[in-house]
């Protein structure tokens, strides 16, 4: 009963982050209610159309969420308990604002995306190169999680792989063409619901079969293979506490926002539920594998879904096992969809081409279901390895802009600064480190990584300095 004590404190200490650190930066950030929003101001049946925020809230948990919640907490998991601390505070303290400002400096901004906003608030040089970045780390995504699903689907059903592969492309296509609310904003709540409710369902089970929580519970690393906690942990577990793939996605709901009063529960709320799914999902982990090693074991002979079907099977049988792999198909779909669109949009604010026109949409997505097409074609997995960092990158990037959109305005920027500087040592201590980079010993890896977040920050307070 202690140890199922540490989820609820855990559970609680989320809702009280939205609760209270969510309103307090509600209010730092000066949500106005009477400012016309976008959705409206901007209004043109296509991108830009207001929706209810019950919809709004959805579609963005689910935009957000993709596999990163299950497969990321997973993983984490197999560093032990520590890793609910990450997920904890790092939702409410660094994912959730930067999922807020972000979405919130994209309503201020006529819902333009993350490029017009790096280039706004960190200069037109790093524009060009963050967008190529982005499109690169979008489409890499979109079809990672293209030929992911469809190969599921193949062995499940024993139809050929390339007859999946055109049905979940050519939904694509359509996600990424059609007016948002046509297919996106009708489907994408039942998904979210289907992920939800599975989640639910698993921790009830685990409530009640009496089996401890947690069986190893401190604070020790327990992976298996002794990775080092710093960096790898926070690299790891992304979506389930901070994730660039975020800032992508937000634009596209604050163009379907109809009051900025909505955007601490669609925005702040949503990286909040979806820290709640990552906190079962490792809870699960943690509790029903005797230790980090035997978890271990079951990924290194699959992957991580392996382990979401071997626990949905023995918590809730056969048919249960079913809704799990739909699940996991249903997560990598959502998050390919809305990759694709998220470049087309990312295109067009670079371009300046406005997508009322069809045949504008028409031209970037068939460039862009294009490109993923061809790539679909070759073996991904080097560069799949580049893909957690790559995300943090952006995250880091992201708060970066909020840091500065903050301090532009004269307020108090440290609520983004803090997490900034902290993702920053992570992604070059890991860049630093990690055999896909440069190799160095682990304690040289951080020294380098504090010592660049160290000239960033002396940057930022020059140039404030000589902007005040």
């Avoid at 890499?140 to 499940?156: C, D, K, R, Y």
């Avoid at 980090?292 to 992957?303: D, E, F, L, R, T």
């Amino acid at each position: 009963r202690r140890l199922m004590g540490v989820f609820l404190l855990c559970v609680l200490a989320l809702t009280a982050g939205y609760a209270f650190y969510g309103l307090f930066v509600e209010r730092l950030f000066g949500s106005d209610s009477s400012r016309i929003p976008p959705a409206v101001r901007c209004e043109d049946d296509v991108d830009y159309i207001p929706l209810p925020t019950w919809r709004v809230f959805l579609i963005q948990f689910l935009n957000i969420a993709g596999l990163g919640p299950v497969f990321g907490a997973i993983l984490g998991a197999l560093y032990g308990p520590v890793a609910l601390l990450w997920i904890v505070f790092g939702s409410i303290f660094a994912g959730a604002v930067h999922d807020y400002l972000s979405g919130m400096i994209s309503v201020r901004n006529d819902g333009q995306s993350l490029s017009f906003l790096v280039e706004k608030y960190l200069g037109r040089h790093a524009k060009t190169a963050f967008l190529i970045f982005l499109i690169f780390f979008l489409l890499l995504l979109g079809t990672i999680f293209a030929v992911s699903p469809a190969q599921m689907l193949a062995e499940i059903t024993e139809t050929p792989l390339k007859w999946w592969l055109i049905a979940v492309f050519s939904y694509y296509f359509l996600a990424t063409l059609l007016p948002i609310d046509k297919i996106i904003g009708r489907i994408y709540p039942l998904f979210a619901v289907l992920l939800l409710g599975v989640s639910i369902a698993l921790l009830a089970v685990l409530f009640t079969r009496g089996e401890p929580f947690y069986p190893h519970l401190n604070l020790d690393n327990q992976h298996p293979s002794g990775l080092p906690v710093f960096p790898l942990m926070f690299v790891t577990i992304a979506c389930g506490a901070v994730s660039g793939f975020h800032a992508s996605q937000s634009p596209l709901m604050a163009r379907c926002l109809s009051n900025e009063k909505y955007g601490r529960p669609v925005f702040y709320g949503a990286m909040i539920t979806e820290g709640i799914v990552a906190l079962i999902w490792a809870t699960l982990g943690m509790s029903f594998y005797q230790d980090s090693a035997h978890m271990q074991a079951v990924i290194s002979a699959g992957s991580p879904g392996s382990v979401v079907s071997q626990i949905s099977k023995a918590f809730l049988g056969e048919t249960g096992g079913i809704f799990a792999i739909l699940s996991v198909i249903i997560l990598s779909v959502t998050s390919g969809d809305t990759a694709f669109r998220s470049a087309r949009l990312s295109l067009a604010d670079f371009f300046k081409m406005p997508q009322k026109d069809w045949k504008r949409r028409l031209t970037l997505s068939v460039l862009l279901l294009g490109s993923g097409v061809f790539l679909s074609r070759f073996d991904l997995t080097r560069i799949w390895t580049y893909f957690g960092w790559s995300n943090q990158v952006v995250a880091t990037i992201t708060l970066w802009v909020c840091t500065v959109y903050l301090a532009r305005h004269g307020k108090n920027f440290w609520i983004s600064l803090i997490p900034a500087l902290f993702m920053t040592t992570v992604c070059t201590t890991y860049i630093a480190y990690e055999k896909i980079g440069f190799g160095l010993p682990l304690n040289v890896s951080e020294a380098a990584g504090i010592a660049f977040a160290a000239l960033l920050f002396g940057c930022f307070i020059y140039r404030k300095k000589k902007a005040d």
